[in-house]
């Protein structure tokens, strides 16, 4: 049996030989990843309700803070950032606690048309005792139906509406969902764990913070990484109840080498977000509309999607076999993807691959079963990290 050293380091030259298209993930610079891997990673550092320090040696830990908050303010334009969470989902958590009661009542997306299952009511709202209900949407149109919102809204009066989803190709009407929450004095939160990234990089809906109280999500999915949440918010009341939800509440201990791995991803994301965010919508459509004209039938023909991810069709599961079997077949040829259906383009993107035709033939041959090793090889050798510093 090899020791775990042994076993990391091969997992390491396995990374090196596959090419990544899962729609959550994402790889972290060597810079960022150097600030993971340093004495951070053992320490605490913790400001206590009467702003003394509880432990020693902490004066460049907070100043690291401090900067990696002062990056993410800047990357999204907030006069607030909450940046300790450990997760989107503890970035949720949090965020939730800032905003409801117990017993009330908040909207969200269902799983079943791409909403994030945290939300379905065995899970936070069992935990917190609230109560979810949905918020129609079409999976035909990819939409919210705002009309059909409304009447629910006014009905049911939210303490809270959530949006955002585990499976996103489609901007909402933000606007419209505000008027529709101001009716109620509902407040919105916009859960962004899969497109902080491009969100940051202003080409995937770019007002998510103009019109939601609380913006929130993953900091690893487009974001740049480590994995992480971010809270961000303009509002100084919610911004008190959101720092009150975190300590000794949802978590103690915040990661001080994860703060400081994600001020430099975030500095990266100011500076190249808005080519990279580009990149990625472009390449998903092209990647889409190539994979469905090869004959793997990709969801929204002929927009296929907006976001960082293609989602693929249940027609294909006849012919090719259902999502797990696909998964398992892009695997075999060093090709990552998840076993729900979703294609990512991040992180393909990141290391600068442009020619969406040449990969979306290779990924689709890979469905219908060919050996496509070689090609896989081959594209990676022209492959060339960007967007880091
Ligand atoms: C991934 C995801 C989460 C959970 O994020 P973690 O960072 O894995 O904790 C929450 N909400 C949505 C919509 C997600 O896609």
């Given at each position: 049996?090899?020791?775990?050293?042994?076993?990391?380091?091969?997992?390491?030259?396995f990374?090196?030989d596959v090419l990544s298209?899962?729609?959550?993930?994402?790889?972290?610079?060597?810079?960022?990843?150097?600030?993971?891997?340093?004495?951070?990673?053992?320490?605490?550092?913790?400001?206590?309700?009467?702003?003394?320090?509880?432990?020693?040696?902490?004066?460049?830990?907070?100043?690291?803070?401090?900067?990696?908050?002062?990056?993410?303010?800047?990357?999204?334009?907030?006069?607030?950032?909450?940046?300790?969470?450990?997760?989107?989902?503890?970035?949720?958590?949090?965020?939730?606690?800032?905003?409801?009661?117990?017993?009330?009542?908040?909207?969200?997306?269902?799983?079943?048309?791409?909403?994030?299952?945290?939300?379905?009511?065995?899970?936070?709202?069992?935990?917190?005792?609230?109560?979810?209900?949905?918020?129609?949407?079409?999976?035909?149109?990819?939409?919210?139906?705002?009309?059909?919102?409304?009447?629910?809204?006014?009905?049911?009066?939210?303490?809270?509406?959530?949006?955002?989803?585990?499976?996103?190709?489609?901007?909402?009407?933000?606007?419209?969902?505000?008027?529709?929450?101001?009716?109620?004095?509902?407040?919105?939160?916009?859960?962004?764990?899969?497109?902080?990234?491009?969100?940051?990089?202003?080409?995937?809906?770019?007002?998510?913070?103009?019109?939601?109280?609380?913006?929130?999500?993953?900091?690893?999915?487009?974001?740049?990484?480590?994995?992480?949440?971010?809270?961000?918010?303009?509002?100084?009341?919610?911004?008190?109840?959101?720092?009150?939800?975190?300590?000794?509440?949802?978590?103690?201990?915040?990661?001080?080498?994860?703060?400081?791995?994600?001020?430099?991803?975030?500095?990266?994301?100011?500076?190249?977000?808005?080519?990279?965010?580009?990149?990625?919508?472009?390449?998903?459509?092209?990647?889409?509309?190539?994979?469905?004209?090869?004959?793997?039938?990709?969801?929204?023909?002929?927009?296929?999607?907006?976001?960082?991810?293609?989602?693929?069709?249940?027609?294909?599961?006849?012919?090719?076999?259902?999502?797990?079997?696909?998964?398992?077949?892009l695997g075999n040829n060093r090709l990552i993807?998840?076993?729900?259906?979703?294609?990512?383009?991040?992180?393909?993107?990141?290391?600068?691959?442009?020619?969406?035709?040449?990969?979306?033939?290779?990924?689709?041959?890979a469905?219908?079963?060919?050996?496509v090793r070689?090609?896989v090889t081959?594209i990676l050798?022209?492959?060339?990290?960007?967007?880091?510093?």
């Amino acid at each position: 049996m090899a020791s775990i050293v042994e076993m990391v380091d091969n997992y390491e030259r396995f990374r090196r030989d596959v090419l990544s298209l899962q729609a959550s993930e994402n790889f972290i610079c060597s810079h960022v990843k150097m600030a993971l891997g340093t004495d951070l990673g053992g320490r605490y550092s913790h400001v206590m309700p009467d702003g003394r320090n509880a432990y020693g040696g902490t004066d460049m830990i907070e100043g690291i803070f401090r900067e990696s908050e002062k990056n993410v303010k800047t990357l999204y334009g907030a006069k607030y950032a909450e940046i300790r969470p450990l997760g989107g989902h503890i970035a949720a958590e949090i965020s939730l606690l800032s905003t409801i009661d117990k017993n009330d009542t908040i909207m969200a997306i269902g799983e079943e048309h791409g909403g994030y299952t945290g939300y379905m009511n065995d899970y936070l709202p069992a935990m917190l005792s609230f109560k979810t209900e949905l918020i129609p949407f079409s999976d035909q149109k990819q939409e919210i139906d705002y009309d059909a919102l409304e009447k629910k809204v006014l009905e049911i009066k939210p303490k809270v509406m959530v949006l955002g989803q585990s499976f996103v190709v489609k901007h909402y009407d933000l606007a419209r969902v505000r008027e529709i929450c101001d009716r109620t004095g509902s407040k919105l939160l916009y859960d962004g764990s899969h497109v902080m990234g491009l969100i940051a990089g202003k080409k995937f809906q770019p007002d998510a913070l103009k019109y939601s109280d609380i913006l929130f999500g993953s900091t690893h999915k487009t974001f740049f990484g480590p994995q992480g949440g971010i809270i961000l918010t303009n509002d100084p009341d919610l911004n008190d109840r959101i720092k009150g939800n975190v300590v000794w509440k949802t978590m103690d201990n915040y990661h001080p080498n994860r703060i400081a791995a994600l001020g430099i991803a975030a500095q990266d994301l100011i500076t190249f977000g808005e080519s990279y965010a580009g990149w990625v919508t472009s390449n998903s459509y092209t990647l889409a509309r190539t994979l469905n004209d090869s004959g793997i039938a990709v969801n929204n023909s002929p927009w296929y999607t907006e976001s960082h991810q293609i989602l693929l069709s249940k027609d294909n599961f006849g012919k090719y076999g259902d999502f797990r079997t696909i998964s398992t077949k892009l695997g075999n040829n060093r090709l990552i993807a998840d076993a729900e259906g979703r294609i990512g383009t991040a992180e393909i993107t990141r290391i600068g691959l442009t020619d969406m035709v040449s990969l979306g033939e290779v990924v689709a041959d890979a469905i219908k079963g060919k050996d496509v090793r070689s090609r896989v090889t081959e594209i990676l050798r022209s492959t060339n990290v960007k967007f880091c510093r």
